[in-house]
């Protein structure tokens, strides 16, 4: 997918951004703007996540890690454990490296962005997986969301 294909479908589609600083949330905001995605929604800490993704149905979600009130691994899990929202793919982002962060949530999801990251790694990668739900090519359902964190 190239930033210049403006006119893609996957560009109407809904994507739900969660970090708990207001620059990261406006500057990924800029980043889905600029290659064409206009439907966001924002999430300031992991215990709203999983209620705006229920009331807006997100197509896609971009997760931080370390947020307050309920950090994005409990977020994912109660994402995968709610019918309306398990088979929604998540991105998760990390500024602490990406061993620990893959070791604990390989299982529910397989997308993982260390910080910092390029806007052209963001938009490759969310733009792939809108893409596969999009033609019916996503990787999904997840394990045991019991079995996580």
């Known amino acids: 997918m190239k930033l210049a294909d403006l006119d893609h479908p ?6 739900l951004v969660a970090d708990d600083e207001p620059a990261m949330r406006e500057l990924l905001g800029e980043m889905f703007r600029t290659a064409g995605f206009e439907h966001l929604i924002f999430a300031s800490n992991g215990s709203a996540v999983l209620d705006l993704a229920v009331a807006e149905n997100p197509q896609l979600i971009v997760l931080d890690v370390m ?3 309920g950090n994005g691994l409990r977020a994912l899990r109660s994402l995968r454990e ?3 929202t ?5 991105i998760m ?6 061993g620990a962060l ?3 949530a390989g299982e529910f999801t397989s ?3 260390a910080k910092p990251f390029t806007c052209n790694e963001l938009i490759d990668r969310a733009s792939g997986l809108l893409s596969e739900r999009l033609t019916g090519t996503s990787r999904m359902p997840y394990g045991d969301p019991a079995a996580f964190v």
């Not at 982002?93 to 990406?98: A, P």
Request: proline content about 10%.
């Open 82 to 84: 709610h019918p309306k």
């Open 93 to 98: 982002m990390s500024g602490f490296g990406l």
């Open 10 to 15: 996957i560009h109407t589609k809904k994507i």
């Open 67 to 69: 947020m307050p009130r």
């Open 111 to 113: 997308h993982f962005l």
């Open 102 to 104: 893959t070791n604990a």
């Open 86 to 90: 398990s088979g929604i793919p998540v």
